[in-house]
């Protein structure tokens, strides 16, 4: 009888449950129970098969995986402080951690492995075959990070932690927010709701967000949360209003975190100080034609891409929610058991009438409601 249930994806839209065997655990390894995992918008876009990360094969999505180590091969060094029943968070990337990309801090851009290994994008024919968040157990390698989580964060508040780790990479580690900033974040998301708590955390003067009219409610929430201001585009110009805030000087930073919206990523042009830094997250799935590349050039602004988070940025997530300074559980509208998969993700993309959603969570249960 097989050991472990996995909500595996078969094709566009489609997903079955099937069985699988515990795996044998080698040196370092570790057979993690899976409590929760936080939907990402990447879920969506595999699913829907437009992600590039798609290529066809079967696979178990999910990548925000939180959950209690159930069993550990013989220890290694980095794993002597774990033991069976903590409660970790699991890197999304097994990486080599001895690259020139590992080294800087570039876990995506790994090149020390043969395949290139992301929970939530690799096939079940790649043994165990537990890859992937929806599931009951997942597998990690000896090198594979594990944060611990302290006891005293829940399972639930423990998946911020993805988002809320990428809120401190984009805006401390890639936008470089020091204390006294202005920071302009496009995109009232739960990743731009995270990096609001990351800039306030980090001493940003001013942060400022952007919304539509459909997300009145996560910008009532961004002020709670520490927002001076919030622009809906949908109203105002938000050029015109964001040069009225900063007196015509523009943000020293502006976190694009918008997906597959292009428009934010121009006007943020305009919206950035001489010289100042923008940082693009939101995934476009589309080139961009029209970019004033020119005042680009000539404002000097720095214009950083990127997609992940370091190591650094895990742990000081984690730090985070742990020291109970911040209200993240308010991120937090959804949990759905395995059966309602499809429901979280229509839910997340906005899909379902009357569902305000910010950060949802899929639980390894059955018939669990919102």
């Known amino acids: 009888m097989a050991d472990v249930t996995a909500l595996v994806q078969h094709g566009v839209r489609t997903s079955e449950f099937e069985e699988f065997a515990f795996p044998e655990l080698g040196e370092g390894d570790v ?44 220890k290694t060094k980095p794993r002597d402080a774990l033991e069976v029943g903590d409660r970790v968070c699991v890197n999304p990337f097994v990486v080599c951690g001895i690259c020139s990309a590992c080294t800087a801090g570039d876990q995506a851009g790994c090149t020390g492995l043969r395949t290139s290994l992301r929970y939530g994008s690799v096939p079940i024919d790649v043994a165990p075959s537990l890859w992937g968040g929806y599931s009951t157990h997942v597998y990690a390698p000896a090198n594979c990070i594990l944060y611990p989580v302290p006891p005293h964060v829940s399972a639930l508040d ?74 809906n585009v949908e109203r105002e110009d938000a050029v015109e209003r964001a040069a009225d805030i900063t007196g015509g000087r523009g943000f020293d930073v502006v976190l694009d975190t918008t997906p597959h919206a292009t428009q934010p990523l121009v006007d943020a042009v305009r919206m950035v100080k001489r010289m100042g830094t923008i940082v693009v997250i939101g995934t476009k799935n589309r080139t961009l034609d029209g970019f004033p590349i020119d005042d680009v050039m000539n404002k000097r602004v720095r214009l950083q891409g990127w997609a992940g988070q370091s190591d650094e940025s895990f742990r000081r997530a984690i730090d985070l929610i742990s020291s109970g300074r911040y209200p993240v559980e308010r991120l937090r509208t959804h949990v759905f058991g395995f059966d309602e998969f499809d429901r979280a993700l229509q839910v997340l993309a906005g899909k379902v009438v009357g569902s305000e959603a910010i950060n949802v969570v899929v639980t390894p249960t059955f018939s669990s409601g919102d």
């Open 31 to 74: 057979l993690v129970r899976v409590e929760a995992n936080g939907v990402c918008a990447s879920d969506i876009d595999l699913y829907d098969a437009v992600d590039p990360r798609w290529t066809g094969a079967k696979r178990i999505l999910g990548h925000e995986i939180v959950g209690v180590i159930e069993d550990m091969g013989p």
């Open 158 to 231: 423990a998946t911020l932690w993805n988002p809320i780790s990428g809120g401190y990479e984009w805006a401390v580690g890639q936008g470089r927010i020091r204390p006294g900033q202005d920071v302009l974040i496009l995109g009232p998301g739960q990743r731009g709701l995270a990096s609001l708590l990351a800039a306030r955390h980090a001493g940003a003067d001013r942060v400022v967000l952007t919304g539509l009219d459909r997300d009145v409610f996560k910008l009532d929430l961004a002020l709670e949360l520490g927002a001076d201001h919030v622009i």
